[in-house]
């Protein structure tokens, strides 16, 4: 009997081990995610860049779609008399992981660096910093005088795309140089230079019970998940889809899912005779079945869209599915018949979507017609990586891919984006039943991200444009 307590503690200590057989430090946690394409946050599109980007810099403020409303970050206050001219008040005392103040010309050079580069800033916030004047007052104050009013200046200024960057970059615009080791106000900094094989955040300032330092792996998402359940990570942010099964089982109270602000719809030529009535769209949205998608060549990476505005911008949540969301392959034939569609090969658009030839082989076989072998001008893959929360940047991106034109639905935009935020969402569900019964678009699905941890570690939450929340997780 004397043997088996040390012995029992020797095993409880070994399944605690870090792979090289060293325990994990009580401040050190340690997280697997997908390689980032960049870190300078107005490039960001993918959920790993947004988790950086939520741990090196203080975004603003948070805007919650469904109630309208920002809650202030790096600024004290963000407000309009007239939504025309507004005011941004910072925080006093804010810095840069490099030392230098986070000031009103901050955000003001930082802006007009965006509009002049190639970054992949969306047109929404494009045109916002298109305003007839941005100037800084003072050093706290950060003045926006439109063409137009908007109302949606409080979601589009919490956009993670326009955080602040420090003198020295706008300086240098050493873009590449500033993406390998960026220089953020956040509550993390970067300890050396991004690596291909991940790097290392180290905590601005002391929080009791939270990570001091994160150790950042990049590689395998299955392979990931595996070394969360061994103890030899604390912390995955992507689970594959054939683990979304076990996931349950083997982190049972260990695992969060979220939206993330990616999505995806089926654009109709709307040019084209073939897809001219609105029938004919309504045909072939009903053709797609979205849940055989998402199980197979979508990997249950997705959502099946119940509605044309996705969770991470949507103003609530309807009150049932839409119509054009669902499959119902005999309605779509009877669609198709009733406009008389002619029995010739459709040409599916070419993409570099991975889903689009799935879907075309899917939906023509649903409602009888055949496919041509090759691509052309036919129905065409749109794929959204949003970087505001704002339903005006979705509908607007769809006007843009379509050529869509109604004057009806042109006034319930301009309304909607003229109107107080949190008073906006009725607006924009009128503008997204317009769409729905024009259908210039199919929706067809939404991304969502997932996380599981490891026990030692707690109080794991995720946004839809911050992914997991670095700085809130706790280690015990």
Request: charged residues 20%.
């Amino acid at each position: 009997m004397r043997l088996l307590a040390p012995l029992l503690a020797a095993a409880l200590v070994a399944t605690s081990c870090t792979e090289s057989g060293e325990p994990p430090a009580p401040d050190v946690l340690r997280v697997g995610l997908a390689t980032p394409a960049t870190l300078l946050p107005a490039d960001v599109h993918d959920q790993s860049g947004w988790m950086l980007t939520g741990a090196l810099w203080t975004p603003l403020g948070d805007y919650d779609p469904a109630a309208g409303k920002l809650a202030p970050r790096a600024a004290e206050s963000v407000t309009s008399a007239d939504r025309t001219t507004w005011t941004v008040k910072l925080k006093d005392g804010g810095k840069f992981h490099d030392g230098t103040p986070v000031t009103s010309q901050s955000y003001v050079d930082t802006w007009k660096a965006i509009g002049q580069e190639h970054w992949r800033a969306s047109p929404v916030v494009k045109d916002l910093l298109r305003a007839k004047e941005i100037t800084a007052p003072d050093p706290l104050t950060i003045k926006l005088v439109l063409d137009r009013p908007s109302g949606q200046v409080p979601a589009l200024l919490s956009s993670p795309a326009l955080v602040p960057l420090p003198a020295s970059a706008l300086a240098s615009r050493d873009w590449a140089g500033f993406a390998r080791r960026p220089v953020g106000n956040g509550p993390f900094r970067l300890d050396g230079d991004w690596q291909p094989t991940g790097g290392k955040l180290v905590r601005v300032a002391d929080a009791p019970g939270k990570a001091r330092v994160i150790e950042l792996k990049t590689g395998d998402a299955a392979a990931q998940y595996d070394e969360v359940k061994a103890g030899k990570l604390d912390l995955s942010t992507v689970v594959p889809g054939d683990r979304h099964e076990a996931m349950h089982t083997d982190f049972s109270q260990r695992h969060v899912m979220w939206a993330l602000p990616k999505v995806a719809y089926l654009g109709f030529p709307l040019t084209e005779r073939l897809f001219s009535d609105a029938t004919v769209r309504h045909g072939f949205a009903l053709g797609i079945d979205r849940a055989a998608l998402e199980a197979g060549v979508l990997g249950k990476q997705v959502d099946p869209a119940k509605s044309l505005l996705p969770p991470a911008v949507a103003p609530g949540e309807r009150s049932s599915t839409c119509r054009p969301c669902t499959f119902d392959a005999g309605a779509g034939k009877s669609l198709l018949t009733q406009a008389e569609f002619p029995a010739t090969p459709v040409h599916f658009g070419q993409s570099r979507a991975n889903w689009l030839r799935p879907l075309a082989e899917q939906a023509s076989g649903a409602v009888g017609v055949p496919l041509a072998p090759e691509a052309g001008t036919g129905p065409f893959a749109i794929d959204l990586d949003l970087v505001t929360p704002s339903p005006q940047e979705v509908l607007a991106e769809i006007v843009k891919a379509t050529g869509y034109s109604s004057d009806g639905f042109a006034d319930l935009l301009k309304s909607a984006g003229e109107t107080e935020s949190a008073d906006s969402g009725e607006i924009y569900r009128l503008a997204e039943n317009q769409l729905l019964r024009d259908l210039p678009v199919a929706p067809l699905w939404s991304g969502h991200g997932h996380a599981v941890w490891a026990e030692r570690v707690a109080d794991v939450k995720a946004t839809a444009f911050g992914g997991v929340d670095l700085s809130a997780a706790s280690l015990r």
